[in-house]
């Protein structure tokens, strides 16, 4: 899809609101896609690093894309959802509430808190947060501009999807794919590092877990045609993250690879599990490993997109057998507070330190408003001025799958514990429907590094567990009795 144009398709899927029961065919599910350009028109301030990058190419098109659900009893409205996923770093609390005002005034019968807008963590995305780096005054398009435009932009796909609702058929399954590996060792004295140097005598492992499912959603019209799918991915997308370009990563090869297939008309949500300690980048074997790209004649961005779209014809080759036309939908939105973590006296003089270290150097602009967010936290905590961290969980049933959200980079372990203690099928963990900041285990808390250390955290491992029992309490609650939203 080029520029700004709108191209969007249609489906719908016919849905019973029954939870546990047999299913009925009394509720119908109008379902419609769209995918809208989020690519700026001029140079870029790009997000995800220490160091300000500045982007005056596009290397591939930044998406926003879309898909919308709404289920009906004739014409009474029983359930909806919108999702929206997002090549960018996070979702912004202001992004999210320009998006939502737009919104509500374009679809008012939409309830507005059942909008999802989630990233795919892309670090070759532009900046959303005004004061974060330190750009030049040149012809670069300010962080505030880029929000406006974005915001909008979430806006046009969510209308567009939510207009092109019509009947189809849904589907669910699953297969693998080495992409993401955990990206934190761990060595002889304890102490943890993300992209610790592996080779050295004192490395002694890698500190946590992998997850290599890639699930999958599939959605056909009524002539059977493919028109929209999700892919859940526990890596996010980082395989480029230190070019100074536009570039929506693996997710552009993944997008372009299944339209190549399936027509371009296909609309191609990419959705991060929890992949806080996660990364595309290889850690060992990698010399091997590039060999047999190299020998295939495939960049890593394209092996990446090979091997996700050889998990997802793996997942289709089943699904395409089981087309429900009468599932279960269930939306819960619930408001839940997370304790924030506390900086210790030892950790607050650590930080200080650090900030000593590199205030002088203007380069570290970014490292030197990272260590004093830190201390200010500090500061208000001392003061008793510390709230919990509070976020919206969305949990959603479809049919034996279920769909979490929540705001962080989240370490993988909290993810496997969400998924081993659900009672779904399937479940589809996305991260990142939110702001972010890292939410570290236990372990490696007490190994420290960055995304483990507390300018890294808002929310540490105590708050870590909360999410975890909060989001299987609420998806398992959508097979028992039905659940009320809160008002």
């Not at 962080?143 to 849904?170: G, Y």
């Not at 089943?318 to 819960?332: S, T």
């Not at 969980?393 to 998924?419: C, P, S, W």
Request: charged share 25%; with cysteine.
């Amino acid at each position: 899809m080029s520029g700004n144009r709108i191209s969007f398709v249609c489906l719908a899927v016919a849905l019973s609101v029954l939870w546990g029961a047999p299913l009925s065919s009394a509720a119908s599910l109008h379902v419609g896609a769209a995918s809208v350009s989020i690519t700026p028109d001029k140079p870029v301030a790009l997000d995800g690093q220490m160091a300000t990058r500045i982007a005056r190419e596009v290397q591939s098109e930044l998406q926003a894309n879309a898909m919308a659900m709404e289920s009906r009893d004739g014409e009474k409205v029983l359930e909806q959802a919108i999702f929206v996923a997002c090549d960018i770093v996070g979702v912004k609390t202001e992004v999210r509430a320009r998006a939502c005002g737009e919104l509500r005034a374009r679809i008012p019968d939409f309830d507005i808190r059942k909008l999802i807008i989630s990233a795919t963590h892309t670090h070759t995305a532009p900046v959303t947060t005004e004061g974060k780096y330190k750009i030049p005054d040149e012809d670069v398009m300010r962080p505030a501009e880029f929000v406006e435009f974005f915001a909008v932009r979430i806006a046009d796909a969510a209308e567009a999807a939510w207009t092109a609702r019509k009947p189809a058929k849904a589907g669910w399954g699953m297969g693998d794919a080495i992409v993401g590996y955990n990206r934190r060792s761990y060595f002889e004295d304890g102490h943890g590092q993300m992209y610790g140097d592996i080779s050295i005598d004192s490395f002694r492992g890698i500190e946590g877990p992998e997850d290599h499912a890639v699930e999958v959603l599939f959605f056909w019209g009524e002539d059977d045609s493919l028109i929209a799918t999700a892919i859940n991915v526990v890596c996010p997308a980082q395989e480029v993250e230190g070019l100074s370009a536009v570039n929506a990563d693996f997710w552009h090869p993944v997008r372009a690879g299944l339209k190549a297939k399936y027509g371009n008309g296909l609309i191609v949500l990419g959705w991060i599990g929890a992949a806080g300690d996660q990364s595309p980048h290889i850690r060992y074997r990698k010399a091997a490993e590039d060999r047999m790209r190299e020998l295939r004649g495939l960049s890593r961005l394209d092996e990446i997109a090979r091997r996700i779209i050889r998990a997802w014809d793996e997942a289709y080759e089943g699904a395409q057998k089981e087309k429900f036309a009468d599932v279960p939908l269930v939306h819960l939105v619930k408001p839940i507070e997370l304790p924030q973590r506390m900086i210790t006296e030892k950790e607050y003089e650590a930080v200080k330190a650090e900030l000593a270290e590199c205030s002088a150097d203007p380069l570290q602009y970014r490292r030197v408003a990272w260590h004093e967010d830190a201390i200010k936290r500090y500061e208000a905590q001392q003061a008793g001025e510390i709230k919990p961290y509070t976020m919206e969980l969305h949990a959603i049933r479809l049919g034996d799958v279920a769909i979490a959200t929540n705001d962080f980079e989240l370490y993988t372990q909290y993810g496997i514990q969400m998924k081993a203690k659900s009672k779904a099928l399937h479940t589809f963990v996305i991260q990142l429907a939110g702001p972010g900041s890292y939410v570290p285990t236990p372990v490696a808390v007490q190994g420290g590094g960055y995304s483990a250390v507390v300018q890294s955290n808002d929310v540490g491992a105590e708050g870590g567990q909360v999410l975890v029992n909060e989001t299987v309490a609420a998806v398992n609650g959508l097979w028992a009795e039905a659940p009320k939203n809160p008002s």
